[in-house]
Protein backbone atom coordinates (compact mmCIF):
# COMPACT_ATOMS: atom_id res chain seq x y z
CA UNK A 1 0.00 0.00 0.00
CA UNK A 2 1.26 3.21 -1.14
CA UNK A 3 1.63 6.12 2.01
CA UNK A 4 -1.16 8.46 2.33
CA UNK A 5 -0.28 11.86 1.61
CA UNK A 6 -0.28 14.17 3.88
CA UNK A 7 -3.54 16.03 4.59
CA UNK A 8 -4.10 19.31 4.00
CA UNK A 9 -6.44 21.81 5.82
CA UNK A 10 -9.67 22.38 3.13
CA UNK A 11 -12.63 24.91 4.90
CA UNK A 12 -15.51 26.19 2.73
CA UNK A 13 -16.55 27.59 5.97
CA UNK A 14 -17.80 31.58 6.29
CA UNK A 15 -15.24 33.38 8.71
CA UNK A 16 -17.81 33.35 11.47
CA UNK A 17 -18.65 29.61 10.93
CA UNK A 18 -14.83 29.19 12.15
CA UNK A 19 -14.75 30.87 14.22
CA UNK A 20 -17.33 29.36 16.02
CA UNK A 21 -16.17 25.90 14.79
CA UNK A 22 -12.76 26.96 16.58
CA UNK A 23 -14.41 27.83 19.86
CA UNK A 24 -16.49 24.42 20.05
CA UNK A 25 -12.97 22.79 19.46
CA UNK A 26 -11.33 24.44 22.23
CA UNK A 27 -13.71 23.79 24.45
CA UNK A 28 -13.80 19.85 23.55
CA UNK A 29 -9.88 19.87 23.74
CA UNK A 30 -10.23 21.91 27.25
CA UNK A 31 -12.85 19.02 28.58
CA UNK A 32 -10.87 16.17 27.25
CA UNK A 33 -9.39 13.58 29.22
CA UNK A 34 -7.24 12.28 26.56
CA UNK A 35 -4.09 14.66 25.00
CA UNK A 36 -3.58 15.73 21.02
CA UNK A 37 -0.46 16.54 19.24
CA UNK A 38 0.70 17.10 16.04
CA UNK A 39 4.33 18.05 14.76
CA UNK A 40 4.99 19.42 11.42
CA UNK A 41 8.44 17.77 10.09
CA UNK A 42 8.61 20.77 7.38
CA UNK A 43 8.31 23.42 9.93
CA UNK A 44 9.97 22.18 12.72
CA UNK A 45 7.22 23.17 15.07
CA UNK A 46 4.65 21.02 17.26
CA UNK A 47 1.30 22.00 19.04
CA UNK A 48 0.12 20.36 22.38
CA UNK A 49 -3.16 20.40 23.95
CA UNK A 50 -3.60 21.59 27.63
CA UNK A 51 -4.98 18.09 28.45
CA UNK A 52 -1.78 16.26 26.73
CA UNK A 53 0.81 18.95 29.55
CA UNK A 54 -1.73 18.26 32.05
CA UNK A 55 -1.68 14.15 31.88
CA UNK A 56 2.15 14.55 32.58
CA UNK A 57 1.88 18.24 34.63
CA UNK A 58 3.78 19.64 32.51
CA UNK A 59 3.20 24.11 31.87
CA UNK A 60 3.32 25.20 28.12
CA UNK A 61 6.47 26.59 29.16
CA UNK A 62 8.16 23.22 30.41
CA UNK A 63 6.14 21.82 26.77
CA UNK A 64 5.84 24.93 24.62
CA UNK A 65 3.54 24.75 21.10
CA UNK A 66 6.15 25.39 18.03
CA UNK A 67 9.29 24.79 19.97
CA UNK A 68 8.52 21.82 22.58
CA UNK A 69 9.61 18.27 21.21
CA UNK A 70 7.87 15.57 23.58
CA UNK A 71 10.18 13.07 21.50
CA UNK A 72 12.60 14.29 24.74
CA UNK A 73 10.41 12.62 27.44
CA UNK A 74 9.99 9.78 25.57
CA UNK A 75 11.96 6.49 28.07
CA UNK A 76 14.69 5.62 25.58
CA UNK A 77 13.75 1.65 25.69
CA UNK A 78 10.43 2.98 24.02
CA UNK A 79 12.10 5.08 21.40
CA UNK A 80 12.93 1.98 18.48
CA UNK A 81 8.86 1.05 19.43
CA UNK A 82 7.79 4.36 18.65
CA UNK A 83 10.42 4.83 15.81
CA UNK A 84 8.90 1.14 14.71
CA UNK A 85 5.47 2.47 14.61
CA UNK A 86 6.22 5.60 13.07
CA UNK A 87 8.07 3.95 10.08
CA UNK A 88 5.53 1.34 9.33
CA UNK A 89 2.63 4.16 9.73
CA UNK A 90 4.34 6.08 7.12
CA UNK A 91 5.13 3.33 4.88
CA UNK A 92 1.67 1.90 4.59
CA UNK A 93 -0.24 4.94 5.29
CA UNK A 94 -2.35 3.08 8.59
CA UNK A 95 -2.23 4.44 12.23
CA UNK A 96 -0.18 3.26 14.83
CA UNK A 97 -1.12 2.16 18.74
CA UNK A 98 1.41 1.61 21.23
CA UNK A 99 2.01 1.86 24.67
CA UNK A 100 4.64 3.80 26.01
CA UNK A 101 6.81 5.89 28.91
CA UNK A 102 6.93 9.94 29.27
CA UNK A 103 8.58 11.33 31.63
CA UNK A 104 6.05 13.92 33.64
CA UNK A 105 7.18 16.52 35.64
CA UNK A 106 7.91 14.51 38.61
CA UNK A 107 11.16 13.39 36.75
CA UNK A 108 8.64 9.93 37.21
CA UNK A 109 8.02 7.67 34.08
CA UNK A 110 4.17 7.85 33.29
CA UNK A 111 2.57 5.14 31.03
CA UNK A 112 0.32 5.83 28.31
CA UNK A 113 -1.38 4.75 24.67
CA UNK A 114 -0.47 6.36 21.88
CA UNK A 115 -2.79 6.62 19.07
CA UNK A 116 -1.85 8.56 15.83
CA UNK A 117 -0.40 8.48 12.67
CA UNK A 118 2.75 9.19 10.49
CA UNK A 119 2.51 10.98 6.58
CA UNK A 120 4.97 10.83 4.05
CA UNK A 121 5.71 12.97 1.28
CA UNK A 122 6.61 11.19 -2.34
CA UNK A 123 9.96 11.23 -0.77
CA UNK A 124 8.86 9.10 1.16
CA UNK A 125 10.19 11.33 4.43
CA UNK A 126 8.22 11.88 6.95
CA UNK A 127 5.92 15.31 7.02
CA UNK A 128 3.51 15.36 9.42
CA UNK A 129 2.86 13.43 12.47
CA UNK A 130 -0.76 13.77 14.15
CA UNK A 131 -2.08 11.38 17.29
CA UNK A 132 -3.81 11.09 21.00
CA UNK A 133 -2.41 10.32 24.31
CA UNK A 134 -4.14 8.02 26.81
CA UNK A 135 -3.42 7.80 30.15
CA UNK A 136 -2.80 3.97 31.25
CA UNK A 137 -0.28 4.43 33.93
CA UNK A 138 -2.94 3.22 36.79
CA UNK A 139 -3.91 0.14 35.08
CA UNK A 140 -0.72 -0.70 33.77
CA UNK A 141 0.51 -0.53 37.69
CA UNK A 142 -2.44 -2.44 38.73
CA UNK A 143 -1.79 -5.15 36.31
CA UNK A 144 2.00 -5.35 37.71
CA UNK A 145 0.91 -5.40 41.21
CA UNK A 146 -1.44 -8.39 40.00
CA UNK A 147 1.57 -9.96 38.40
CA UNK A 148 4.15 -9.52 41.24
CA UNK A 149 1.00 -10.88 43.49
CA UNK A 150 0.75 -14.16 41.28
CA UNK A 151 4.13 -14.86 41.40
CA UNK A 152 4.61 -14.22 45.52
CA UNK A 153 2.02 -16.84 45.55
CA UNK A 154 3.63 -19.21 43.10
CA UNK A 155 7.01 -19.47 44.57
CA UNK A 156 5.03 -19.94 47.90
CA UNK A 157 3.27 -22.98 46.55
CA UNK A 158 6.30 -24.09 45.15
CA UNK A 159 8.32 -23.63 48.81
CA UNK A 160 5.84 -25.02 50.99
CA UNK A 161 5.92 -28.45 52.42
CA UNK A 162 2.14 -28.51 52.40
CA UNK A 163 -0.05 -29.76 49.61
CA UNK A 164 -1.83 -26.78 48.49
CA UNK A 165 -4.93 -25.92 46.26
CA UNK A 166 -7.33 -23.30 45.45
CA UNK A 167 -11.20 -23.84 44.00
CA UNK A 168 -12.57 -21.12 42.25
CA UNK A 169 -16.45 -21.22 43.70
CA UNK A 170 -17.74 -20.19 40.31
CA UNK A 171 -16.00 -22.34 37.98
CA UNK A 172 -14.40 -25.88 37.60
CA UNK A 173 -10.53 -24.25 37.38
CA UNK A 174 -8.66 -25.00 39.95
CA UNK A 175 -5.30 -23.62 41.47
CA UNK A 176 -3.47 -26.63 42.71
CA UNK A 177 0.51 -27.23 43.86
CA UNK A 178 2.60 -30.13 42.47
CA UNK A 179 3.01 -31.55 45.69
CA UNK A 180 -1.06 -32.39 45.61
CA UNK A 181 -1.01 -34.29 42.92
CA UNK A 182 3.11 -35.98 43.84
CA UNK A 183 0.99 -36.46 47.13
CA UNK A 184 -1.41 -38.45 45.21
CA UNK A 185 1.38 -40.51 43.14
CA UNK A 186 0.57 -38.37 40.10
CA UNK A 187 3.17 -36.22 37.94
CA UNK A 188 2.39 -32.71 38.03
CA UNK A 189 0.16 -32.09 34.77
CA UNK A 190 -0.53 -35.38 34.36
CA UNK A 191 -4.52 -34.98 35.23
CA UNK A 192 -6.02 -31.61 34.68
CA UNK A 193 -6.01 -28.67 37.33
CA UNK A 194 -9.79 -28.67 37.79
CA UNK A 195 -12.80 -29.28 40.38
CA UNK A 196 -14.19 -31.96 38.65
CA UNK A 197 -11.00 -33.82 38.14
CA UNK A 198 -9.91 -33.69 42.27
CA UNK A 199 -13.34 -35.13 42.54
CA UNK A 200 -12.73 -38.47 40.56
CA UNK A 201 -9.89 -39.27 43.32
CA UNK A 202 -12.71 -38.30 46.53
CA UNK A 203 -13.85 -41.70 48.01
CA UNK A 204 -17.25 -41.60 47.72
CA UNK A 205 -17.63 -42.12 51.01
CA UNK A 206 -16.23 -38.62 51.90
CA UNK A 207 -17.56 -36.88 49.60
CA UNK A 208 -20.79 -35.84 51.02
CA UNK A 209 -18.64 -34.21 53.65
CA UNK A 210 -16.57 -32.16 51.40
CA UNK A 211 -19.22 -30.83 49.76
CA UNK A 212 -20.74 -29.87 53.04
CA UNK A 213 -17.60 -28.14 54.28
CA UNK A 214 -17.00 -26.38 50.97
CA UNK A 215 -20.54 -25.15 51.10
CA UNK A 216 -20.22 -23.55 54.66
CA UNK A 217 -16.84 -21.93 53.68
CA UNK A 218 -18.67 -20.66 51.08
CA UNK A 219 -21.42 -18.97 53.50
CA UNK A 220 -18.94 -17.76 55.91
CA UNK A 221 -16.36 -16.64 53.19
CA UNK A 222 -18.76 -15.26 50.55
CA UNK A 223 -16.10 -13.04 49.04
CA UNK A 224 -13.57 -15.93 48.45
Not at 10 to 29: C, I, K, M, V
Not at 189 to 197: D, I, M, Q, V
Request: hydrophobic share 40%; glycine share 6%; charged share 30%.
Amino acid sequence: MAPSSTPQPRSTALPGDRADLQARLERALASAMDGFFEYDFRTDAAWYSDSLRRMLGLTPEQLPDGTGRLAEHLHPDDVPVFEAAADQSARDGVPFEIEVRLRDSSERWHWVRSRGQMWAGPDGRRTLLAGSLTDVHATRESRRALQRMSERYGRAMLATSHAMFERMLDEDRMVVADRVWEALGYEPGELPSSRSALLELLHPDDRPMYEAAAREAAIFFPGL
